[in-house]
Antibody
Framework: QVQLVESGGGVVQPGRSLRLSCAAS????????IHWVRQAPGKGLEWVAF????????SYADSVKGRFTISRDNSKNTLSLQMNSLRVEDTAVYYC??????????WGQGTLVTVSS | YVLTQSPSVSVAPGQTAIITCGGD??????VHWYQQKPGQAPMVVVY???DRPSGIPERFSGSNSGNTATLTITGVEAGDEADYYC???????????FGGGTKLTVL
């Protein structure tokens, strides 16, 4: 079955960096685009970034553009999110989710990032 | 592009819950609906306006017309209590947009 497992979350100070990973299994990873979506504590879902199946196309929310970088390694079935210049408002659970046409059809369980001094 | 949802909806068991998602000319987009229970990841309950993934009860249905998309849950059960989010892919900005979410409370 499709599985997406996020890791790399933790507590980090404002201005520092953190790298999240998403390990995929149960499907042909190299055939699917993947998203990062976040959810601040007690808040709604916010789309963060997307990468095409082959890495040729990337898009970002305005709130993270220039600070976050999405990448993937299809040989290892992994997705990454490099987060630089972190802000308190980046505190959230970060989910990776598989793209199916315009839908996010499978989601991981998320990893919590806390930005605090 | 902004999707607007009412923050909360409350219904008694067995009644019908109607959750709306407003957006400019939203009927031009395929709308997807996600259910999220506390401590869990979101899951799809309706996609492409009105289709249901396998395993989702027929009680869940969707429609999309004009500036409003609607998720309807008939015969609401206690287990339907959750947050519901609408989502579209906004083609011109190439951004995936979520509504602010609606908390469904079963009285």
């Amino acid at each position: 079955q499709v599985q997406l497992v996020e890791s790399g979350g933790g507590v980090v100070q404002p201005g520092r960096s953190l790298r999240l990973s998403c390990a995929a299994s149960g499907f042909n990873f190299s055939s699917y685009g993947i998203h990062w979506v976040r959810q601040a504590p007690g808040k709604g879902l916010e789309w963060v970034a997307f990468i095409a199946y082959d890495g040729s196309k990337k898009s970002y929310a305005d709130s993270v553009k220039g600070r976050f970088t999405i990448s993937r390694d299809n040989s290892k079935n992994t997705l990454s999110l490099q987060m630089n210049s972190l802000r308190v408002e980046d505190t959230a659970v970060y989910y990776c989710a598989r793209r199916l046409t315009t839908l996010l059809d499978h989601w991981g369980q998320g990893t919590l990032v806390t930005v605090s001094s | 592009y902004v999707l607007t949802q009412s923050p909360s909806v409350s219904v008694a068991p067995g009644q019908t819950a109607i959750i709306t998602c407003g957006g400019d000319d939203i009927e031009s987009y395929g709308v997807h609906w996600y259910q999220q229970k506390p401590g869990q990841a979101p899951m799809v309950v309706v996609y492409d306006d009105s289709d249901r993934p396998s395993g989702i009860p027929e009680r869940f249905s969707g429609s999309n017309s004009g500036n409003t998309a609607t998720l309807t849950i008939t015969g609401v059960e206690a287990g339907d209590e959750a947050d519901y989010y609408c989502q579209v892919w906004h083609t011109s900005s190439d951004h995936w947009i979520f509504g602010g979410g609606t908390k469904l409370t079963v009285l």
